[in-house]
């Protein structure tokens, strides 16, 4: 039995300001590839099929135009992430193919997709969406009972609970191997600067164990590949995202992840992504940026730091002059002694302490608990209203 594991395809998304959809395309042309080469079985997509919650239609058409390529010479499994809406990626999941299975509702968090492999070996695959707890911790309660705590660790538990009980009345002459697909933030997955923000609460991760009583689990979210320490006998695994979506990438080796199930348990593999074009930081005066620093760096996207003490004339010019796939180009001279270091906002820091910093910054004083009560509360309101946009 085998398995391709992907997630985080972000169709439609931008590289400050380049359309990728040119670049995406060629990733999902390499699965194809992939799965004719290793006779896969079956491609698992945890989550972030889309960008945004309303895709531009040159990435719907994309996705339609792959999972018919894909559905002709192998089965695929898609769930939905944070970054899409369920309801729209699923739309017409009735009406798919019977090769190609969309899980991104509660309702099919239990209906596992059947996969058989060459010597009548069995795996089921469970898709776990999305699972917001502000929308889905009321729905996962038990009937009668109140809704579950305000947390990813809540909601995902009730969600696995529902998987263990399914796997529980399953039997037959051979062992089943299970498999799980899910978007979440897994305790010891490491963060990049690309990942929105799904912090609830103050907290955005759920511990490995809540996924204990499976073969493997195909996680999705964080943009690195990575292998998370989990409870014995469950394997887990990021693939990563197929291209670097920020500069906090750049070192990333862009993968999927090939799967191996039988009697001895669960083997992986990556299998490295097509890289179209190079992340690269360039800093230092711009006499050297221009010169020897740059000279291997023309053909990359850049993001280059100018370190002169005084902003060079036409900076910007003469650096794109350089570099014709240069996307961010900054003046930084050098640090004055006694000076304070600015925070940006990225996901991998929660927003509510840099507010604090600042408001500490301004005031001298940092805000006490009520206040930064109020600060998250603004925020997660703001993070809610774009998540339903």
Do not use: C
Request: hydrophobic share 40%.
């Amino acid at each position: 039995m085998r398995l391709l594991h992907t997630s985080d395809w972000h169709l439609g998304r931008s590289l400050h300001g380049v359309d990728l959809l040119d670049h995406q395309a060629a990733y999902l042309d390499h699965v194809l590839d992939v799965v004719r080469a290793e006779r896969v079985d079956a491609v698992v997509v945890a989550g972030d099929v889309y960008d945004r919650a309303i895709p531009p239609v040159e990435a719907v058409t994309l996705l339609s135009d792959t999972l018919a390529r894909l559905a002709e010479v192998t089965t695929v499994v898609l769930t939905s992430g944070n970054h899409d809406s369920a309801t729209r990626l699923g739309f017409g999941a009735g009406l798919m193919r019977e090769r190609v299975q969309l899980r991104t509702h509660l309702a099919g968090i239990a209906s596992p997709v059947e996969i058989r492999g060459e010597d009548d070996e069995r795996a089921l695959v469970y898709g776990l969406p999305y699972l917001d707890p502000d929308t889905v911790r009321g729905p996962l309660a038990e009937p009668g009972g109140e809704p579950l705590a305000r947390s990813h660790e809540a909601v995902t538990s009730a969600g696995m609970a529902r998987v263990r009980a399914d796997l529980a009345t399953r039997s037959g002459a051979r062992p089943v191997r299970s498999v799980v697909a899910a978007h979440a933030f897994v305790v010891g997955g490491l963060a990049s600067e690309s990942e929105r923000d799904i912090r609830v609460g103050g907290v955005d991760h759920v511990p490995s164990a809540v996924f204990t009583g499976v073969d493997y689990v195909a996680l999705g979210h964080l943009h690195g590949p990575q292998r998370v320490a989990g409870p014995d006998g469950t394997t887990l695994r990021y693939s990563g995202s197929p291209l670097a979506y920020s500069f906090s990438e750049q070192h990333h080796t862009k993968s999927s992840v090939l799967v191996d199930l039988d009697a001895r348990g669960v083997r992986t593999e990556l299998v490295a992504a097509p890289v179209p074009r190079r992340l690269t930081d360039l800093t230092g005066p711009l006499e050297d940026v221009l010169g020897a620093l740059g000279e291997a760096h023309l053909d990359d996207w850049v993001r280059v730091v100018v370190t002169d003490a005084h902003r060079p004339a036409d900076l910007y010019a003469r650096v794109r002059a350089r570099f014709a796939h240069a996307l961010v180009v900054q003046h930084r001279a050098p640090e004055v002694p006694g000076g304070r270091a600015l925070r940006a906002v990225t996901s991998a820091q929660d927003p509510v302490e840099v507010a604090g910093d600042f408001v500490a910054h301004v005031t001298g004083t940092r805000p006490d608990a009520a206040e930064l009560a109020v600060l998250r509360a603004a925020y997660e309101h703001v993070a809610d209203a774009e998540r339903s946009a």
